[in-house]
Every structure is written in structure tokens, then in C-alpha cells.
């Protein structure tokens, strides 16, 4: 690396507690790199991690965070940045905790537009805790509650994103970095919600349970399952060739809610009418 990014973590907490081979130690290499490039100080940073796997990433970095209930993560988020909207809050969640139990935050957060960043770390199973079958588990696909496969359809948090109103939605996958430090910077420079849905290997239970033992068998994974669009999640491409789309989805600027709180108090207090 050209830069040294060891202030932006806590020397204390590592080495990380992750798996050899989990890739969240790669997201958590492109959110490093994607908050010194855009240049945020680390004071106007905070770090919001739910339960799981990725909410560790709030006990590594060295900012401001809090490592929060499992599925509230947005919940806190929200509050912090109504309290102060100045902040660049930045909230990790796993994807059972984004789309289980955290999913009516999830949606609401998309749907008031508030500028929140969530990377959500997608690793299609429960990683910590025994490796159940998580509501992003592929169709077919064994966990420690489904050994024959899962019979369920997989969710799609990204299309969620979309249909809920989120403003900034991209996916992308620890396989491929350069691609996913891109998208999660260019989320820092949308002003409104902001998803990075980041595709992750897990070895340990995934990988294991679905005969991928080695990280490098998870890698080769990420890449043979996912396709890169242009724009859009578009259904044709997911029937014809059955792999996951991957990219920038959809970047729309609208009334971010904070401001748009902000102004109503000023008018409330000024006793203009609505």
C-alpha cells in the first residue's frame, strides 16, 4: 500500500477475530481506503455495527462507534444523525441482520431518505452464530438448518433498496476490490441513504456446508456467480444466465430527510404555516 492506514484502526483490537479466509477483512480494506480518499476527518465519522460477523468492524476501526443490538443498527444509526446531521455516519450490518430482523428499519431507512451509508456484509448464512440459513441463503444452497438445501427463495437486498425508495443502491463483491472500494466511496459522495451490498465469502459454515472448503474455492464462487450490468437490476440477465447482477444500480438525488426536518422545525418555530 502507498498509504498507511494504520491510524484508522485500533491496534488493541487485532488481529480481527474473523475466519481465515472471510472476506470481511477486504471490505473492511475498501471502507478504509474509500474514507481516506474522499478525505472525511475522522472526527465527523461514526461507525454503527449491528450483531454478527461484520459488527466487529466497529470494535477494529478507530473512530467513534457503537456496536448495537442485532437488527437495530439503522435504528441508532437514524437517531445519531438526527442529532447530528453534520455527522458521516457510516453503519455496517450483516445480511441477516439488514434483512431478518432488521428489515423494517432497513426499509423505512430507504423510504425517509436519510444520509446514512450501509454496507451490508452478504455472506448468505448466519456466520456467527452456527451457520443457519439466513433469508439471502441461495435456493439450494446447505446450512445447519437446511442440510438438503434451502427451499426458499433468496432475498435481493439490492432490488429491496430500490423498491423502498433508497436513493444510492450498488453491489459488488470482496472478490473483486478495486470495483467495491469504488462503489462505497462514490455512496460517500451521494447525499441521501446510500446501500453497498458487498457479496462476502464465508469458509467456515458456507463455504464448508456447500463444498468450498478453501477461500480460494469461495473467491472462484464470487466471481462464477455474479455478472457486472451496466445499470439496473434486470431480470433477463438473472434468468439467462442465473447469475447475480453486480454494479451501480441506481444513483438518484431527492430531499434528504434531515434537512428537510430541519426546515420544518425552523418553520414550526417561526410560526410560518405549513
Not at 138 to 158: M, N, Q, V
Request: with cysteine; glycine share 10%; net charge neutral.
Amino acid at each position: 500500500m502507498s498509504e498507511d492506514y494504520r491510524p484508522y484502526l485500533r491496534p488493541n483490537a487485532l488481529p480481527t477475530v474473523w475466519c481465515p479466509g472471510c472476506g470481511n477483512g477486504i471490505i473492511v480494506k475498501a471502507l478504509i481506503e474509500a474514507i481516506h480518499e474522499v478525505g472525511w476527518r475522522k472526527e465527523d465519522v461514526v461507525i454503527v455495527g449491528g450483531i454478527g460477523c461484520s459488527g466487529r468492524t466497529a470494535f477494529i476501526l478507530d473512530f467513534d462507534s457503537i456496536h448495537t443490538l442485532h437488527g437495530r443498527a439503522l435504528a441508532f444509526a437514524t437517531g445519531i444523525k438526527m442529532v447530528n446531521p453534520r455527522l458521516k455516519v457510516i453503519v455496517v450490518m450483516g445480511d441477516g441482520d439488514a434483512s431478518a430482523i432488521g428489515g423494517n428499519h432497513f426499509i423505512h431507512a430507504c423510504r425517509r431518505n436519510i444520509d446514512l451509508k450501509a454496507i451490508v456484509f452478504n455472506n448468505a448464512i448466519y456466520g456467527q452464530t452456527g451457520g443457519q440459513a439466513a433469508p439471502t441463503t441461495p435456493t439450494g444452497k446447505r446450512s445447519s438448518t437446511s442440510l438438503f438445501g434451502s427451499i426458499e427463495p433468496s432475498f435481493d437486498l439490492a432490488g429491496l433498496a430500490i423498491g423502498a425508495g433508497a436513493g444510492f443502491v450498488a453491489r459488488s463483491t470482496s472478490y473483486d476490490f478495486t470495483e467495491l472500494k469504488s462503489l462505497i466511496k462514490r455512496s460517500f459522495e451521494h447525499k441521501g441513504f446510500s446501500l453497498v451490498e458487498a457479496m462476502t465469502a464465508c469458509p467456515t459454515y458456507f463455504g464448508r456446508l456447500n463444498d468450498m472448503r478453501e477461500p480460494y474455492d469461495m473467491l472462484m464462487y464470487l466471481r462464477d456467480t455474479t455478472e457486472p450490468v451496466c445499470a439496473g437490476i434486470d431480470e433477463a440477465i438473472r434468468e439467462s444466465h442465473r447469475r447475480l447482477p453486480t454494479g451501480l444500480f441506481k444513483e438518484e438525488t431527492r430531499d434528504e430527510y434531515t434537512e428537510v426536518y430541519e426546515d420544518l422545525r425552523k418553520r414550526i418555530a417561526a410560526g410560518v404555516p405549513a
